[in-house]
C-alpha cells in the first residue's frame, strides 16, 4: 500500500512538472497546456465518487471554452490545486471523505448555494433590498453572494483567494478580510458566514468592517456553536471536545490537515464583546439551525438530534450556529 502511494506521488509530482515546463508563449500553447493539463487529470478521475465526477465534468465543460492562454492556463492551476489533495490522499483519507459525500443529500461543493436558502430567510427580517453596495466576505466561489444579490441586490463578493471558476452575474475581489480594499463608509451591509473562525484575529476582521461601513450599516455574522456534536468545517463528531493535539492528530489522518487549518474556537460570547469594542450594537443574536442536507441514517441522526434538543429546551442554547446582527453606532 505504500509502495502504491509513493508511486502515485511520483506520477503526480512529474505530470504537475511536466504541465508547468510548457512554454507560455509558444504559439501552441494552449494545445501544449490542455495536453499536459490531461495527462494530469487522468490521475485524478480514478480518485473521484460519483459527485466529485459531476464537478469534475463541468470543470471540464467550462474548460472547453477558453481560448486565452492566461485564463486557461490560470483555470487548470485552480484545478490541480484542488485535485492534489484528492490523489494524494491515503485510504483513511479517501473512505472518510467517500462517507461524507455518500450521506449528503446534495454534492458538498453544492451545500453552500442550498444555505444560502436558509441564511437569506433570516437575513430579510433585517435588511430590505436597496442599491446602496453590499459585501459578502470569504465568498469561495460566490454562490452564496449570487444569491444575496439576486434577492438584496448590488452584492459584490472577497476572498482570500477567488477561484478561477465561479457564480457569474457578481463581482468577485480577491483580498484579506482584515484589510479590505474599500472606502470608509461606504458600504451598507457586509455578510460574514463561516468565515470569522478561519481568522487569526476576528478583532482586525470587525475593525475593518466598522471602517467600511456606513453608520447604522449592518454586519451579520453566523459562526459555527463549536460545542455541537458535530464539528461544522471537518464534520467529525465532538472533535471540538478534545485536546488541541489530538484534535490536530485525529484530523490529520481523516483530513490532511492540522485542526487550525479548518477552524479556531471562538464563541458568540467573545464575539459580542469584540463587536461592541469596535462601536457595533447588537441588534440581533440567536441559535442557528440549517436545513437537513443529510441522507439515509445521518438524516435521522440529525432530525433525533434536533427533536430531542427541543424536548430539552437545549435547542437554543446547543445548536451547530450561531447568528449575531450588528449595527454600526456613531462612534464605530
Not at 475581489?173 to 474599500?182: N, S, T
Not at 490532511?256 to 450594537?281: I, K
Request: glycine fraction near 6%; aromatic fraction near 8%.
Amino acid at each position: 500500500m505504500l509502495r502504491s502511494l509513493r508511486r502515485r506521488e511520483a506520477a503526480w509530482r512529474e505530470r504537475v512538472q511536466a504541465y508547468e515546463e510548457v512554454d507560455r508563449s509558444a504559439p501552441d500553447a494552449r494545445e501544449r497546456l490542455n495536453a499536459k493539463f490531461q495527462d494530469v487529470f487522468e490521475l485524478v478521475l480514478p480518485e473521484l465518487d460519483e459527485y466529485e465526477r459531476q464537478l469534475a465534468e463541468d470543470v471540464m465543460r467550462r474548460l472547453s471554452g477558453i481560448q486565452d492562454v492566461a485564463s486557461f492556463d490560470a483555470y487548470c492551476r485552480s484545478v490541480i490545486r484542488r485535485a492534489e489533495p484528492i490523489v494524494l490522499a491515503s485510504p483513511l483519507q479517501k473512505a472518510w471523505r467517500r462517507l461524507v459525500n455518500r450521506h449528503l443529500r446534495h454534492p458538498y461543493f453544492l451545500l453552500a448555494a442550498r444555505r444560502a436558502e436558509d441564511y437569506l430567510q433570516l437575513l430579510k427580517r433585517h435588511a430590505a433590498p436597496n442599491p446602496e453596495p453590499k459585501l459578502d466576505l470569504g465568498c469561495a466561489d460566490g454562490q452564496v453572494t449570487q444569491a444575496f444579490d439576486s434577492v438584496l441586490s448590488n452584492f459584490i463578493g472577497l476572498d482570500i483567494e477567488v477561484p478561477s471558476f465561479h457564480a457569474g452575474g457578481v463581482q468577485l475581489v480577491k483580498g484579506d478580510a482584515c484589510a479590505l480594499p474599500f472606502r470608509s463608509n461606504s458600504l451598507a451591509l457586509i455578510t460574514c458566514i463561516n468565515v470569522i473562525e478561519h481568522v487569526r484575529t476576528p478583532q482586525m476582521l470587525l475593525k475593518e468592517c466598522a471602517r467600511c461601513l456606513k453608520i447604522g450599516g449592518l454586519l451579520f455574522i453566523i459562526v459555527p456553536n463549536h460545542r455541537f456534536f458535530v464539528e461544522a468545517h471537518t464534520l467529525l463528531p465532538l472533535i471540538s471536545y478534545l485536546p488541541s493535539k489530538m484534535r490536530d492528530v485525529l484530523c490529520r489522518l481523516l483530513t490532511n490537515n492540522d485542526f487550525e487549518h479548518h477552524t479556531a474556537l471562538v464563541s458568540l460570547e467573545d464575539l459580542m464583546e469584540m463587536a461592541t469594542a469596535c462601536g457595533f450594537e447588537i441588534v440581533g443574536r440567536g441559535a442557528f439551525w440549517s436545513g437537513n442536507y443529510l441522507s439515509g441514517v445521518l438524516s435521522l441522526i440529525y432530525k433525533g438530534a434536533r427533536g430531542i434538543m427541543k424536548l430539552l429546551k437545549l435547542h437554543e442554547k446547543l445548536p451547530p450556529s450561531y447568528y449575531l446582527v450588528l449595527r454600526l453606532g456613531g462612534d464605530g
